[in-house]
Nanobody, 125 residues
């Protein structure tokens, strides 16, 4: 059974850092593309970052480039999202998602098959 479990969210002051984890079970990461998405109240779900299956190519939304880093640990079967210099506008529920299929548009949430339950990130002073 494929499952994704996010953790690491919380309350942080502007300029602070958090590291989110996405632990995968029921499949091995190497054969899946993993995306991080976020959704703020009254907003559409937004693609934040992605690491592709196989060679692990990474992608970032313009709004997080230079601040967020996605990585994967194949031995731990876990994907991480290191978030630095956090801003209030980063406040959202963060989700990880997975698909074994080749993506056309990595930011399109409908292209992902499996989703975690989400973890809340709040950036506030």
């Amino acid at each position: 059974q494929v499952q994704l479990a996010e953790s690491g969210g919380g309350l942080v002051q502007p300029g602070g850092s958090l590291r989110l984890s996405c632990a995968a079970s029921g499949f091995t990461l190497d054969g899946y593309t993993i995306g991080w998405f976020r959704q703020a109240p009254w907003q559409e779900r937004e693609g934040v970052s992605c690491v592709t299956k196989g060679d692990g190519t990474t992608y970032y939304a313009d709004s997080v480039k230079g601040r967020f880093t996605i990585s994967r640990d194949l031995t731990e079967n876990t994907v991480y999202l290191q978030m630095n210099n956090l801003k209030p506008e980063d406040t959202a529920v963060y989700y990880c998602a997975a698909t074994p299929l080749r993506l056309a548009i990595w930011t399109n949430p409908y292209e992902y098959i499996y989703w975690g339950q989400g973890t809340q990130v709040t950036v506030s002073s």
